[in-house]
């Protein structure tokens, strides 16, 4: 894949690897039994997009956040978005001091890790105040932009099965979110471990019972992003993310397919997946992992379909499996 960066070398997507690994690790030892939901965010992180992360209260949407902030070294901000929620709220704004002067306060959006909670029970306008952060990585207030953290990435939470009081995120700023992550109730045996870590003195809301340590540092979690875009992808598999995407939008029954920010990110994602398993290229597999979770909340299925209890990603396996992946 041609590129301003030379690829990266197997030795180093090894070690690359090995780091990421440790954070995962680390994380796992705070969020028990959610495997695929750790790799999944992580991945998304690394290809520096935002989270939609979907699940019922007390699936540890929360904990996972503020842990890979403890890990990482990074700030976390959390902002419980309610229906009286004021875009400045999130972005900051100007204050008038006591010289007479307007100052500039900045809001939760400045920090690193922003975790935008029940993100769909705000109004329109304050979800707005969202979409040119996760673009643009700035925050205009009263026509001023400003920069945000490089380590700014939103995690939003909704709750799948409460509408009463919601308001549905359009799909323009849907679109923005690199992946939605699904969290289910953890197996048994997981949450009777989650019982026995709370006797043994553990709370969700005292980071210094989670017995973590930080494993990177910001330079680190740069090198990682950066090596992320080094991983080679061969032009027959750029051919396979573009048909994959544009399979979705002739897919009986789908009436709305994924966009071409979803190829943008089905690529970037499969990168981090292949990092993340130790190579320095990626493979079919690596798309296809990615594919669910990257195209699921930008496609829409026919309502004569969902009624049937057809779900987006059962629709979107009928239509991968009709797209040939190139041989190897």
């Known amino acids: 894949m041609a590129g301003s960066q030379a690829e990266l070398t197997g030795q180093e997507a090894e070690a690359h690897a090995e780091r990421a690994r440790s954070v995962l690790a680390s994380v796992g030892h705070v969020v028990l039994g959610q495997e695929r ?15 939609l992360l979907e699940g019922v209260p007390g699936t540890a949407k929360t904990l996972m956040v503020r842990t890979l902030g403890e890990v990482l070294g990074l700030s976390f901000r959390r902002v419980q978005f309610t229906p009286d929620l004021m875009p400045s709220d999130v972005t900051g704004a100007n204050v008038l001091g006591a010289g007479g002067e307007f100052t500039f306060r900045p809001g939760p959006i400045f920090g690193d890790l922003l975790l935008a909670d029940e993100i769909n029970r705000a109004p329109a306008k304050t979800q707005a105040a969202l979409l040119e952060a996760m673009q643009e990585r700035r925050a205009t207030v009263d026509g001023v932009s400003h920069p945000l953290p490089e380590a700014f990435t939103v995690f939003a939470t909704q709750n799948p099965i409460e509408f009463e009081g919601t308001y549905p995120l ?55 992003r950066a ?102």
């Open 37 to 51: 939901v750790l790799e999944e965010t992580f991945s998304a992180f690394l290809a520096r997009g935002h989270v």
């Open 170 to 224: 359009p799909e323009a700023e849907l679109d923005r979110f690199l992946v939605k992550v699904l969290l289910g109730y953890p197996s048994a045996d997981t949450e009777t471990g989650l019982l026995a870590r709370v006797v043994g003195g553990f709370e969700a809301d005292d980071p210094s019972s989670y017995g973590v340590q930080q494993v990177l540092d910001r330079a680190g979690v740069t090198e990682l």
């Open 227 to 328: 090596a992320v875009r080094r991983v080679r992808v061969e032009s027959a598999l750029l051919q396979y993310i573009t048909a994959l995407v544009r399979a979705t939008r002739d897919a009986p029954a789908l009436t709305l397919g994924a966009s071409p920010r979803a190829s943008v990110g089905l690529l970037k994602m499969a990168q981090a997946g292949a990092m993340l398993a130790g190579r320095a290229f990626v493979i079919p597999d690596d798309v296809k992992g990615a594919a669910p979770a990257v195209l699921r909340h930008r496609v829409m299925v026919a309502p004569e379909l969902e009624l049937e209890g057809v779900t987006a990603d059962a629709a979107l396996a009928s239509a991968i499996e009709r797209v040939e992946a190139p041989r190897a």
